[in-house]
């Protein structure tokens, strides 16, 4: 079982930056790419940024000028640095994960959200 446990959600103001962390635990192999998506109220859920284990990424247009993603491979975790936030990022931010387990199957795992919140 793979538990992605998220952190750094929270209030800024419009042009202030979050920094978002996710971390994988769990029996697996190997993780093939992290992410995050979001939603909105009464609005589809989104992908905001996908980093692969070669470190190619993945943007969104609206993400691509003002978020960057890294992982830390040796600590199974990702972050999305948020800067020049605007009132339209606010969302309930999910980290994604496609991980492999041990027992050979690859799984699609999901966090639990955190909430971004940018409002004067």
């Known amino acids: 079982q793979v538990q992605l446990v998220e952190s750094g959600g929270g209030l800024a103001k419009p042009g202030g930056s979050l920094r978002l962390s996710c971390a994988a635990s769990g029996s697996f192999w190997d993780i093939h790419h992290m992410g995050w998506y979001r939603q909105a109220p009464e609005k589809p859920r989104e992908l905001v940024a996908v980093?692969?284990?070669?470190?190619?990424?993945n943007f969104s247009d609206s993400a691509r000028a003002r978020f960057t993603i890294s992982m830390d491979n040796a600590k199974n975790t990702i972050y999305l640095q948020m800067d020049a936030l605007k009132p339209e990022d606010t969302a309930v931010y999910y980290c994604y994960a496609e991980i492999l387990l041990t027992t050979g199957v690859r799984v699609d795992s999901w966090g639990q959200g955190t909430q971004v919140t940018v409002s004067s």
């Open positions: 980093i692969f284990s070669s470190g190619r990424t």
